[in-house]
Structure formats: C-alpha cells, structure tokens
C-alpha cells in the first residue's frame, strides 16, 4: 500500500536535547512537507521540499532543520533553540506538478518536550 | 497573502441533523480549494475538493461547491453520523505547492 509513515507515533524528550522525527513515502511524490499543529491553531508549514537537496523554509522554521536526501524521506530536527516544541507534527507530500496540488499526509508525531 | 476563514467554535449537533461548515478564503487569481477532516489522534484526510469556480466536491455525503462571486467554499452533509465526529480543515491552494490552512471546526455527532 502506497503511504506515509511518521515514526514514532508519540516521543518526549528533555528540554535542550535535539529530536529527530522520521518522514517516509512510497508515493513517489516530488514535493514533501512538514507542519506543526497546536490546539485551535490550524496547521502551520515549518519547511518543504520541492525536490531532493532542496528546501524551503516555511512559516514558522525557527528552531527546526532538515534534509532531503533521498525522494522518499524528508526528517526533521527541532532543536533546543525552538521555544516551544511541544506540538503534533504532520507530514505531508505531494506531486509537484498537477492542477491541484494535493497534498497526502501521515498519521502525526506527538512530541511533548519536560 | 493568500488566507482562509472558517466559522468560529465548535459544531454541536444530534444524529441525521443537516451540517454547514462555513469557509472564505482570500486569495488572487483562481486557486484550488480543499476540505480535509482529521480523526482524533490522526493525521488529515482529504474529503473532497474544487479546483475551478462552480466546481462541487462531493465525497462520503458531503458537499462543498466552489464560489467564486463570494470567495467561499462551504462544506455540507444532509445527515450527519456519529462517526462523523471530527475536525474539519478548509484549505486553498494557488499553485505554488503551499496549503493555506483555517483554522479548523471540531464536529461533535451525539446520538
């Protein structure tokens, strides 16, 4: 079955330690995302990537990084310089071209940051 | 820049009752428009969606028809199940492979 996997479902961590949140698809999109999701704020872009070895900063990239290295993967890194990391993060991907631009997401990480 | 609006609050209603979901958006020439719905504890799905003017996308019950005289894209279902308790997200794309997001509306089904 084509998808997105988002692994670990649930993570937490220590306040100033780097966590990495894993992002695969078997969809052979082009174009991949991440978003953040708080209570009541809709969804947020943090970066995306059009193509591999190239990204975007979106909305709200203070504090995160990534990397696109391969097609089917796109991890991102929040770092001990995001204020507030707690927060349920989605990826997402997509074709690059097409009329309508959907975009397919993964079932989410819960990270909770003590 | 290019920016979605959805009702405010929550939607409480009871089994078979008629749903609306109000959704405006702001944006420059003619972009696609989007509903998805996100289960609790899960990512988003797409339900339907639009991508000219007068378009309708239907799905699942659901409706939303593309208006372009008012900027707006309004979800509907005639009668609603408890299982479609669930929070609602419209969305707008203008080709240049970014979402807009609202906010979103939680959906509360009880029997």
């Known amino acids: 079955d084509g998808g997105i996997t988002q692994s670990p479902k649930y993570l937490f961590r220590k306040e100033g330690q780097n966590v990495t949140l894993s992002c695969e698809q078997n969809l052979n999109h082009d174009a991949m995302y991440w978003y953040r999701q708080d209570p009541g704020q809709g969804l947020r872009l943090i970066y995306y990537?059009?193509?591999?070895?190239?990204?975007q900063k979106g909305d709200i990239a203070e504090g995160y990084s990534v990397s696109r290295e391969k097609k089917e993967s796109f991890p991102l890194t929040v770092t001990s310089a995001q204020k507030n990391p707690t927060a349920f993060y989605l990826c997402?991907?997509?074709?690059?071209?097409?009329?309508?631009?959907?975009?397919?997401f993964g079932p989410g990480t819960r990270l909770t940051v003590t | 820049g290019d920016s979605v609006t959805q009702m405010e609050g929550p939607v409480t209603l009871s089994e078979e009752a008629f749903l609306t979901i109000n959704c405006t958006y702001t944006?420059?020439?003619?972009?696609?428009l989007f509903w998805y719905v996100q289960y609790p504890g899960e990512g988003l799905q797409l339900l339907l969606k639009?991508?000219?003017?007068?378009d309708k996308g239907s799905n699942k019950g659901f409706e939303a028809t593309y208006r372009k005289e008012t900027t707006s894209f309004h979800l509907e279902k005639g009668s609603v199940q408890v299982s479609d308790s669930a929070v609602y997200f419209c969305a707008l794309s203008n080709g240049n492979n970014r979402l807009a997001f609202g906010k979103g509306n939680q959906v509360v089904v009880i029997p």
């Open positions: 997402a991907s997509s074709l690059s071209e097409g009329p309508s631009y959907e975009q397919y």
């Open positions: 639009a991508t000219k003017a007068d």
């Open positions: 990537s059009q193509i591999v070895n190239d990204f």
């Open positions: 944006a420059t020439g003619y972009p696609s």
